[in-house]
């Protein structure tokens, strides 16, 4: 069940309030980002209408990672390729015990939805949280975000766990993999087997994308 401290965060970030007394980087980038082009709710329809604001936005992204040495020219060569995933390409870090995941945020409208997406996964499923590596530059001059994520060994998950785990904490089945919470307004998609992994009977949620309708 959700916790009290986690709905009161949770409720900040989708009215757009600035994220209090976190220090990770993910919650300050969103801060920026929120402070610098307010804060919509997602509509789907208006996706191609927000490229211009995306490009705004990764302008801005681009100034503060390279301000702030953030900016990674290339992955180090110890990293080994394992895959891409829909807007991932993902590698084995060289401590074994993490991937890391080059992301450019294709399936979000904004970069400011993406970044609300990430701090909300990384207050639900803290087991499977993100750190923030950095940014770099990607085919065509994209931007992409570099973050890092534990590495679960496991089983993929059975459906119908993923189902129950999510109803109980106030997300209803909207249609195949895809959940929605009234509460918060809040879309989580995509969430086949593959993107929670069963390990000793817990699951561990990989990969996550939550948009804010609210």
């Given at each position: 069940m959700i916790s009290n401290e986690i709905r009161r965060k949770?409720?900040?970030i989708i009215r757009?309030?600035?994220?209090?007394?976190e220090e990770d980087h993910c919650s300050a980038i969103r801060n920026l980002l929120s402070q610098s082009f307010g804060s919509n709710p997602t509509i789907k329809r208006e996706f191609e209408s927000r490229s211009i604001l995306k490009e705004e936005q990764a302008c801005l992204l681009?100034?503060?990672a390279k301000n702030n040495n953030f900016w990674i020219q290339t992955l180090s060569s110890g990293n080994q390729y394992l895959t891409r995933g829909g807007e991932s390409e993902i590698f084995l870090a060289t401590d074994h015990r993490h991937v890391i995941k080059v992301n450019d945020a294709i399936y979000y409208a904004t970069w400011l939805e993406y970044f609300n997406s990430l701090v909300i996964h990384n207050l639900l499923f803290p087991s499977t949280a993100y750190?923030?590596?950095g940014f770099t530059s990607c085919k065509e001059d994209t931007l992409c975000i570099i973050?890092?994520?534990p590495f679960i060994e496991g089983e993929q998950a059975d459906l119908a766990n993923i189902k129950e785990l999510l109803t109980f904490n106030g997300f209803q089945n909207t249609r195949r993999q895809d959940y929605y919470n009234e509460e918060f307004g809040l879309v989580l998609e995509d969430m086949h087997d593959e993107n929670v992994?069963?390990?000793d009977g817990t699951l561990?949620?990989?990969d996550t994308v939550f948009y804010?309708?609210?």
């Open positions: 949770l409720q900040n757009g309030a600035l994220i209090e007394g681009k100034s503060y750190e923030f590596l973050l890092k994520q992994i069963s390990k561990f949620f990989i804010i309708m609210k």
